[in-house]
């Protein structure tokens, strides 16, 4: 599956940024679809991901202002992205597994999107 992200830009320190990823094909439900990150000079992180059946976690960094949700008709995945913070500036990656159970490792991510860089000023 091919993955596309888009909607990052340059927002403000408490500002609101919603990425979203669009998936080539049909997302069948055992897929785990994530939101990763990576900042400059730092490792590519976790941020969030979402089952396609359901169910979806977070990274502490980001729980109560980030959520992440699905459109199934539409095989997208969004991050909406509330009282943004300058240590959230970072290129934004969405990803994809198949039927994985460990969802904060970006190992077991086999596909990826190309980034979306977001940009956070104080």
């Known amino acids: 599956v091919q993955l596309q992200a888009f909607g990052g830009g340059l927002v403000q320190a408490g500002g609101s940024l919603r990425l979203s990823c669009a998936a080539s094909?049909?997302?069948?439900?055992?897929?785990?679809m994530g939101w990763f990150r990576q900042a400059p000079g730092k490792e590519r992180e976790f941020v969030a991901a979402?089952?396609?059946?359901?169910?979806?976690g977070y990274a502490d960094s980001v729980k109560g202002r980030f959520t992440i949700s699905k459109d199934s008709a539409k095989n997208w995945v969004y991050l909406q992205m509330n009282s943004l913070k300058p240590e959230d500036t970072a290129v934004y990656y969405c990803?994809?597994?198949?039927?994985?159970?460990?969802?904060?490792?970006?190992?077991?991510?086999?596909?990826w999107g190309q980034g979306t860089e977001v940009t956070v000023s104080s």
């Open positions: 990803a994809a597994q198949r039927g994985g159970s460990v969802w904060a490792s970006k190992n077991e991510y086999a596909y």
């Open positions: 094909r049909h997302i069948f439900n055992n897929y785990v």
């Open positions: 979402i089952r396609w059946s359901g169910g979806s």
